[in-house]
């Protein structure tokens, strides 16, 4: 349905939606969708919501992930992936761009291009990917402060703390911590780059009763388990961050090797989404039988080749 339907519309908040799908049963999966057309395809997947990634977000943006886009170049991320997969959107929100009243700023920001939820992490700028080494934490209790200044402006967004304590600080420094930002306001906990089963029990074990976030990228410190596995670790949700444009990058670089060897993406074709896809996909027809003026398309007939 397109988006620009009335019945497409939910009048419930993202926020609200996010907290309902906590609510069932078993552990929420959030796959990565790093513009909207992902957003329609983890849609069409089955998925229940999204993620919008900074690591993804500054890849394809051509820079690396270290803290250098801004609340209103995320935002445009957020309105195209919400408004295109209907999906709660999660957010990765950094450090929170600055202190608390940036925090506030990015909190409102991210609810108006339609966020339902959001993490803020408890680095120092530069900040890193959480599976690489040397990262600069803030004190607890200035992360704690930021949390508190999110709380304090959200109307609606789950608001989950990210600490990555655990390289430098142990799994106890990691927990204190954890259990500061629930006492400031957080909805949820996102402890980052632990390292294997035991860890990740550990940490559960110690902070019974609080929603938890697991983190399944690939290439990273982290071994690879299940979303089953996370569920029975202690954990409700699960995000695979980048891995969307893991494999839209590596088909793409693939396409401009061939094209540039050969001079045409012929050998590609099998291996494309074709036109008739795309256009269900994004629901082209729909969007006509909106407008009376736009005649329908007629997708044009390509005979096969002997």
């Known amino acids: 349905m397109p988006y620009l339907e009335s ?10 939606r996010f907290r309902a799908l906590l609510e069932q049963p078993g552990i929420l999966g959030i ?9 329609l395809q983890a849609n069409r997947a089955g ?36 408004r295109a997969s209907g999906l709660p959107v999660l957010v990765d929100g950094d450090t929170g761009y600055g202190e608390a009243l940036n925090v506030m700023h990015m909190v409102r920001s991210f609810e108006d291009a339609g966020a339902a939820a959001v993490h803020i992490e408890d680095q120092l700028l530069p900040k890193k990917c959480g599976h690489l080494n040397d990262k600069k934490l803030a004190t607890p209790q200035d992360m704690a402060a ?21 390289a430098s600080e142990g799994i106890d420094g990691a927990v204190a911590r954890a259990k500061l930002y629930m006492e400031a306001g957080a909805d949820a906990i996102f402890p980052e780059a632990l390292t294997n089963e035991e860890m990740f029990r550990e940490f559960a074990r ?17 071994p690879f388990f299940t979303a089953k596995q996370f569920e029975e670790f202690g954990y409700k949700m699960v995000i695979w961050p980048v891995s969307s444009l893991r494999v839209a990058n590596k088909a793409q670089a ?11 993406t012929e050998p590609l074709l099998d291996r494309m989404q074709s036109r008739a896809e795309l256009y269900d996909l994004i629901g082209l027809a729909d969007y006509e039988a909106l407008d009376s003026s736009i005649v329908s398309t007629v997708l044009p007939h390509i005979e096969a080749k002997e």
Request: proline share 5%; net charge positive.
């Open 254 to 264: 693939e396409l401009y090797e061939v094209l540039a060897k050969t001079g045409t």
């Open 47 to 82: 998925f229940k919501a999204c993620y919008v990634g900074g690591a993804a977000m500054t890849a394809q943006m051509g820079i690396p992930d270290l803290g250098i886009i801004t609340v209103d170049e995320v935002a445009f991320y957020i309105r195209q992936v919400a």
């Open 206 to 222: 110690r902070m019974p009763g609080v929603p938890l976030l697991a983190n399944m990228t690939e290439f990273g410190r982290t």
């Open 31 to 39: 796959p990565s969708a790093h513009n909207g057309m992902a957003g």
């Open 7 to 16: 019945a497409s519309c939910s009048d419930i908040p993202a926020g609200e």
């Open 146 to 166: 930021k949390v508190s200044a999110a709380r304090k402006a959200r109307r609606h967004l789950y608001i989950i703390a990210r600490t990555d304590a655990a």
